[in-house]
């Protein structure tokens, strides 16, 4: 019963938080359907005492149609002291967290400039709710984080707060500290004087990546080499307290990157770098700048250091990062495709059979209690489930279980590097049915619905044929799947389907 109650309290209380933010993604606002975002430029001053922000921000926003109204978001946090539309002053309102400007704009740019300041919300228990963390490292140093995964860029800065629709041409982040604080970014350091670091990416990025985080760091650097043979560079943005730990989490990265070349194609970033900063909680896959906080825990997978969380945060380079769903409701493409990848470090380095425990270890822990694809138009927090991680995986486990490795690795390769389904275009459910049912030569529909859209089982038939025989069927998928059936004389493959009792095999005795 206490356990019961502490529960329901724990329940409440982070119902209570998630009110705190508004939603990230959903049903695209009509005012924002008009408006394509090609580039953010944000210049911030941190006031780490104050726990505050006050600068500016630009939206570069191609309108595809004359406009009345220009709609950013932006949490009420924050007080909005003067919008300027093209260097002319324009009016607007903030409240419900949305910045509502007015005025009279022809097709075409528009750069959106909001001078702004306030306290942006608070984390209660980063990464699993979102908001500013202000702490110290165990020298005392100002130790700063942001997350910002369910409630998108408004979190600090104006900004279309969809995922459908990246800045294709980048960001500019500018972050004012006071000096001898190190600020890491996403993209390249353009320029540190005195406590001002000027990041700049020129690739797409989702909103809830474009962060930064403050605190007393080193900078331990090596290069990588590509599968393609690009020199990037990683860099560990680390605790001074923890350098000497730098050069074994990169060379555990680098291996890392290895095995995710080989399955999901180039690294995504060969431009900019292979980023980690240590941050005070877990992890969050932002790109080019991972957050680390595992605190360099290791197991062991072929008898090396492995850093599970680490490996899985640094596969949302590809899923999450490049292959984007453009609505929430696909989430376990991020997730699940990204549970993936992390069993086939295991595949690698210890084969099939450990690779395959990786699943009966899971697969019990799959609640099933909604569907992984809720519908359409569903925003961060109502797409997050459990499951999106363990059933997402063991769905990709299937789906190559039945293609065959032959089909299966490169049609997902393919999925990670088709420019029709990554970078600044976005995917969906249907693209990934699409593609893999072209690759397989039919239509995979029926297990795509399965899996992913309900909470059904597959379920097989088993009857007695006569007095000798035992015969097996599907009983609710329409499609033919290879199913190993294990029996007195061993184990063999049969096709079964759903439509007769094809399959007989001698009863045991
Ligand atoms: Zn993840």
Redesign the pocket.
């Known amino acids: 019963m206490r356990k019961y109650l502490l529960f329901i309290l724990l329940v409440s209380a982070a119902a209570g938080l998630r009110a705190q933010a508004p939603a990230y993604g959903g049903k695209l606002k009509p005012e924002q359907v008009n408006m394509d975002i090609r580039h953010y430029t944000i210049d911030l001053a941190l006031n780490i005492p104050d726990r505050s922000l006050s600068g500016y921000a630009i939206a570069d926003v191609r309108l595809k149609e004359p406009a009345s109204v220009l709609l950013l978001d932006l949490m009420d946090s924050f007080a909005v002291a003067a919008v300027t539309v093209n260097g002319r002053v324009a009016g607007f309102t903030h409240d419900h967290h949305e910045l509502r400007i007015t005025g009279s704009w022809q097709a075409g740019q528009a750069a959106v400039k909001v001078v702004y300041s306030g306290r942006p919300m608070i984390a209660k228990r980063p990464p699993w709710d979102d908001g500013f963390t202000f702490t110290k490292d165990s020298t005392g140093h100002p130790w700063v984080a942001v997350t910002a995964e369910g409630t998108g860029g408004k979190l600090y800065f104006p900004c279309k707060d969809h995922p459908s629709d990246e800045p294709d041409e980048g960001v500019d982040l500018t972050i004012r500290v006071p000096a001898g604080l190190v600020v890491a970014g996403p993209g390249l350091l353009v320029d540190n004087k005195k406590g001002v670091y000027h990041w700049r990416t020129t690739y797409p990025i989702n909103n809830y990546s474009i962060v930064f985080n403050v605190g007393d760091y080193a900078v331990v650097s090596r290069d990588y080499v590509t599968v393609s043979g690009h020199k990037v560079p990683m860099q560990f943005y680390v605790l001074k307290e923890h350098q000497d730990r730098a050069a074994h989490q990169l060379d555990m990265l680098a291996h890392m990157a290895q095995i995710k070349e080989k399955y999901f194609g180039e690294y995504p970033w060969v431009k900019e770098k292979i980023g980690l900063v240590e941050t005070p909680h877990l992890g969050m ?1 932002h790109q080019t700048m991972n957050a680390y906080g595992n605190k360099f825990r290791y197991t062991a997978i072929g008898g090396q250091d492995f850093d599970g969380l680490m490996n ?2 640094f ?2 380079e590809w899923w ?1 990062n490049k292959v984007t769903a453009g609505d929430w409701a696909d989430y376990w493409i ?2 699940g495709i ?2 993936f990848g992390d069993a086939l470090y295991t595949l690698d380095m210890e084969g099939e059979a450990a690779y395959e425990k990786i699943f009966q270890r899971d697969v019990p822990r799959i609640r099933n209690n909604k569907p992984i694809v809720l519908g359409k138009d569903i925003a961060e927090e109502d797409a997050y489930h459990p499951d999106i ?1 363990p059933k997402g995986a063991f769905f990709m486990h299937t789906l190559r279980y039945i293609l065959g490795d032959s089909i299966f690795f490169p049609t997902l390769k393919h999925l990670s590097t088709d420019s029709n389904t990554t970078y600044a275009n976005t995917t969906s459910t249907e693209d990934v049915q699409r593609l893999f049912s072209g690759a397989a030569g039919r239509d995979l529909s029926p297990l795509f619905h399965l899996f992913l859209y309900t909470t059904d089982k597959l379920e097989v038939g088993v009857r007695l044929q006569d007095s000798t025989h035992w015969q097996v069927k599907l009983l609710n998928i329409d499609m033919s799947l290879p199913m190993e059936v294990m029996t007195s004389g061993g184990t063999s493959t049969k096709v079964l389907d759903k439509k007769e009792w094809l399959w007989s095999a001698k009863r045991c005795r």
């Open positions: 896959e899985h945060e596969g949302h999450g991020h997730e990204g549970t991680y």
